[in-house]
């Protein structure tokens, strides 16, 4: 039987989040974030009503990469950068299949950032998760295409003087359809993003903020810890306005400047307020480069806005250019330019 073929098809069976857990010993540092984002994976595959037979978990090179390991599923742990790659083989091979991408922030956007360009923009049926902790990890703590401005590493003594990528500005510009945020901690949130990812048929690119304990500790606790959080997280839903701080602040857009700014929210102010609304591009923008702390953390689904799947466009494609036509490789070899060799006379 082919590696990635799953096994003849069983009626569906309910699951249990042990069901998922491999019988391998989980080795990150403890205290690792990556912990927190495993067990959440796993809790919520029995929701999702997903099939450990009919589930793939494909990753790249890092830390997180090692997560196909701890799942009782399929799995690939290829090469750096290249699981999109990978991941478009085995969906486009067997469309049946659930494909999940696990990937961090330098295996991601750095090595593989033209391989994840191109999953984005062709919108494969998959889900990409990005562990996003500002750092090289696995190789002992180098500045990684997100790190901050100033960021002291072994590769930037001095302070990183690069510009960090923004991982769903990225998404977003590379044309993904679906576009979210949350972080290794919020295991309310965390289940519900990945629940949204799962139902969404296209390309779902989710960026999970995930400390790093022992080369980036604490560099989001000034938005992830527990008391900070009421004043410091937008957690977006569609359709209801964008109101943190208890409901006491909002984002309203100054029409004129064309920017978001926050307001005090009053009986009077509360219809300024916007409406946050999936489809809109340009506020998804608007959401994604707001600078915190002057602004809070947009959190959720940023932007969701489908369109056909890339399988589903190739199946589409072969079964119309081969409607009613016989294979026959033989006349396939013969046809164009073809010559004839003759011995010399």
């Known amino acids: ?25 989980v080795r990150w540092c403890p205290g690792c974030g990556d912990y927190a984002i495993l067990k959440a994976v796993q809790r919520t595959m ?31 742990h290829t090469i750096h950068g290249r699981a999109p790659a990978i991941a478009t083989g085995v969906k486009l091979a067997n469309p049946e299949l659930d494909v999940w991408i696990v990937t961090g922030d330098g295996d ?17 049926d998959c889900q990409l998760l990005l562990f996003n902790n500002e750092i090289y990890g696995l190789t002992k703590g180098q500045a ?12 930037t003594p001095f302070g990183s003087i690069d510009r960090p990528v923004k991982p769903c500005e990225f998404a977003l510009g590379a044309g993904a359809r679906f576009v ?40 989001f ?22 109101l943190f701080a208890g409901g006491t602040r909002g984002l309203t857009l100054d ?31 608007m959401l994604i480069n707001m600078n915190f702390p002057a602004f809070p953390v947009a959190l959720g689904v940023i932007y969701c806005d489908p369109r056909p799947s890339f399988e589903t466009v190739v199946a589409e494609q072969v079964a119309k250019a081969t409607a009613g036509k016989v294979a ?11 010559w004839e060799v003759s011995p010399p006379a």
């Open 328 to 338: 026959d490789l033989a006349a396939l070899l013969r046809r164009g330019q073809t």
């Open 144 to 155: 990684s295409p997100t790190s901050r401005l100033g960021t002291r590493t072994p590769t």
């Open 255 to 285: 029409r004129e400047r064309l920017m978001l700014e926050v307001i005090e929210v009053t009986p009077e102010t509360l219809p300024r307020v916007i409406v946050h609304d999936e489809t809109n591009r340009s506020v998804a923008h």
């Open 1 to 25: 039987m082919n590696e990635m073929t799953p096994p003849a098809a069983a009626s569906p069976r309910s699951t249990r989040p042990d069901d998922w857990a491999s019988d391998q010993e």
């Open 46 to 76: 029995p929701e999702l009503g997903a099939d450990p037979a009919k589930t793939v978990f494909i990753s790249g090179i890092g830390c997180s990469s090692r997560f196909p390991y701890y799942m009782e599923t399929y799995g690939f």
């Open 180 to 219: 979210a945020r949350t972080f290794d901690t919020a295991q309310k949130q965390l289940p519900e993003v990945l629940k949204r990812a799962y139902a969404h048929k296209g390309t779902s690119f989710v960026e999970i903020y995930q400390n790093c304990v022992v080369y980036n500790d604490g560099v």
């Open 108 to 124: 991601g956007l750095s090595i593989g950032g033209n391989h994840m360009l191109h999953l984005l923009r062709r919108n494969l």
């Open 221 to 242: 606790e000034a938005f992830t810890d527990r008391k900070a959080a009421p004043t410091s997280q937008l957690w977006l839903e569609h359709g209801q306005p964008m």
